[in-house]
């Protein structure tokens, strides 16, 4: 079996009922930092952003990406996913070519989920989703496809047949008690597992619900990859304990790992995994 990817999921650093803030680019580079050392070997982050209260839009500076994957490159060498799938075409074009990351969230269909109180609607048409993923390939940037149920799958097939994507393929699987996910249980993820590409590898992001680290350690059983962390929206280590940050949850995730055998994944051995081209000092070709 290959050895574990871990994603820390560093979407928001601070316990949600922390002071109402958005979170600094200097927390999110600590936070990230520290996952690095737990034993992560992807961070997937998003800037700080605001929400339009009408239409559950979220909004982010550049600037505050591009110093955000500064910050994270001058401490480690961490692969740099970016996460918001659901933004604007042209915006994430701009940012993919803006920051070069290895790994971007990639949206195969409409996004219906509650954030933290607020209703986010996200709509993807196929021929945009066509556009975009024609630019990471240009860019070298590995589109995560980001799958919320099986019918996601059928627009898969459709992209691929559009635009030829360097394989293996890299999918995310999501589970959530809400919007248009699916349910988060054990079932769920052993059907959607049975009906995955060939040429594809996974990595489980459970949303909600106490047996996250039930399906967290079927994931990793079964040869498949784990993201953990508060951007998953799921703030609890055990039911009813707030977690204390990104990197405890990561932290959990190495235990599970080396109790069941399995080898965890260095930045050096995620790239050749998942064929990414790195330079020597650590950026992409």
Known sequence: MEPLMITASCGFTRLPDAE?????VEEVVESVYQCYRAGACIAQVRAPFTVDPKTGQ?????????????????????????GVAGGPIDKRIELLKAVRPEISAFLVSHHDIVVRGHDIYQLLLRPDAVRLL????????????EIFHTGALWNLEYCLREVDVPRPLALTLFYWEGGLWAPPTIEELLQRISVLPKDASYTLATAHGPQHTLMHALAIGRGGHVRAGFGDHYPYYTEGVLGQSNAQFVSRMVRLAR??????????????LMGIKRNADGGKH
């Not at 024609?134 to 496809?145: D, I, K, Y």
């Open 134 to 145: 024609r630019a990471h390939v240009e860019e070298g940037v590995v589109p995560a496809f």
């Open 58 to 82: 979220a909004t982010t500076n550049l600037q505050t990406w591009i110093d955000i994957f500064k910050g994270v490159r001058a401490r480690c060498d961490i692969l740099l996913h970016i």
């Open 20 to 24: 109402p803030r958005a979170d600094t």
């Open 259 to 272: 109790e069941m055998g399995r080898e965890i994944a260095t930045p050096d051995v995620a790239t050749k």
